[in-house]
């Protein structure tokens, strides 16, 4: 019995001790940073994307207390600023009857997080391209939907890349 309850509290013991390297790559606890975020320029026909970017960005960074995104410029550490390019919808595939059943959306985007202080730039993506496929129908409203949907996970991942990109990169500031 004795040498069973050893067994446990050695076995307790190397869990502990194994988990205490763990870190969450999705959480920054370093210094507080405030970060100046506004919306992105939208070069592109498809209006809104801008303030879908802004949104899902903030959101992300609302997953930690260690970073505020804020507005305006006055007291922020850094400054976050992006710009999209283009957006494209180019078919993919074809049925037997040579109609297209898949488009892929293709999202260009370019984003720069710089620190104000010192204006050394913390990260920067010149010209990236984001696609995701969906579905074509024969009903417009389900492949407005359907293109609503693949431009929506593309923005969430964009924001979810930039998060961790500067999840990574701030302490090395």
């Known amino acids: 019995m004795r040498t069973v309850c050893l067994y446990f ?29 506004n919306e992105w320029k939208n070069r592109t026909s498809q209006l809104g994307l801008d303030s879908q970017i802004y949104r899902s960005l903030t959101s992300w960074f609302q997953k930690t207390d260690a970073i505020t995104t804020v507005r305006k410029k006055a007291g922020a550490d850094l400054i976050l600023a992006g710009e999209i390019i283009s957006i494209d919808l180019p078919s993919l595939s074809y049925a037997n009857n040579s109609q297209t059943t898949q488009v892929k959306v293709k999202l260009k985007v370019r984003y720069i997080l710089k620190d104000i202080t010192s204006n050394k730039i913390v990260f920067e993506m010149p010209g990236e391209l984001w696609t995701e496929p969906y579905l074509v129908s024969t009903n417009v409203n389900t492949n407005r939907k359907n293109e609503a949907i693949a431009l929506e996970t593309i923005i969430e991942d964009i924001s979810k890349r930039i998060y961790r990109l500067t999840v990574l990169e701030l302490p090395k500031l």
């Open 9 to 37: 509290i050695l076995i307790v013991m190397v869990f502990i001790v194994a988990g205490c390297g763990y870190r969450n790559p999705n959480v920054y606890s370093g210094p507080s940073k405030i970060i100046y975020l």
